[in-house]
């Protein structure tokens, strides 16, 4: 059932931005940064390093969250948001000499609301080069290499790295973190091989989470206002 409820979300944010019927790159990244991630616990990096490929997956499939976040459509330089999309093509004029994109998108963290904590998390997709096999007048695909390797970057305001992705053998990246209320992120991208040009999507959400342990006390209360 994963692959008809993707195709039906897909949909959604599609129905929401035009744009991305032509951009499959911004269709994965909003996924991924809207995705509950991960439905078995926080694994998914240790996968990758452990060589299982996050067998996870990159999280549960939240629609709500994808169409919110596909209608903050957003601009290289952006002013700062709490949640915004963007796609386009990575060249080289586009990396300088540490790798990373000159350009950068800034993330808005609102303040603390009360009993709860923020989470960011950002997701990145690229395209792989499809080899095609043309047989009596069909074109065919018959595989997708990687041309390239992306990296996630994300920096706070002192230019402290908090978050970051850097899987190989893979055309997306997710970074998850808990961010300071208030606070300003900034999200960069890294070339760390290959030098062709490249399609790509960005994506990001700020999370509110309740407290737990306030969460619990609230039930309490509740509980006692019943008996």
């Not at 998914?44 to 996050?54: K, N």
């Not at 709860?116 to 080899?131: I, M, N, Q, R, Y």
């Not at 899987?167 to 961010?179: H, I, M, T």
């Not at 070339?191 to 619990?216: C, K, Q």
Request: with cysteine; glycine share 10%.
């Amino acid at each position: 059932m994963a692959a008809p409820a993707v195709a039906g979300a897909t949909a959604c944010i599609q129905e929401v931005s035009s744009t991305l019927k032509s951009w499959p790159e911004g269709c994965r990244a909003i996924h991924l940064a809207a995705a509950k991630l991960n439905p078995k616990g926080d694994t998914w990096w240790d996968d990758v390093s452990g060589g299982v490929d996050a067998e996870d997956g990159a999280g549960s499939l939240n629609t709500l969250t994808a169409v919110r976040i596909a209608e903050q459509k957003k601009n290289r330089n952006n002013a700062a948001a709490p949640r915004g999309w963007d796609v386009g093509t990575l060249r080289s004029s586009d990396v300088g000499s540490n790798g990373e994109t000159t350009f950068s998108y800034r993330i808005s963290v609102p303040s603390s609301r009360l009993l709860s904590f923020h989470t960011v998390k950002v997701g990145l997709a690229w395209e792989s080069d499809v080899v095609e096999w043309n047989f009596l007048g069909l074109t065919l695909p018959i595989a997708s290499v990687l041309t390239l390797d992306l990296d996630l970057k994300i920096y706070d305001s002192a230019g402290n790295l908090v978050g970051y992705s850097g899987s190989w053998d893979n055309s997306y990246e997710v970074a998850e973190f808990s961010a300071t209320p208030g606070a300003t992120y900034t999200i960069k991208i890294r070339r760390w091989s290959g030098t062709d040009d490249v399609w790509y999507g960005v994506a990001w959400n700020v999370g509110s989470t309740p407290l737990a342990i306030f969460s619990d006390l609230a039930g309490i209360r509740t509980s006692a206002l019943a008996g």
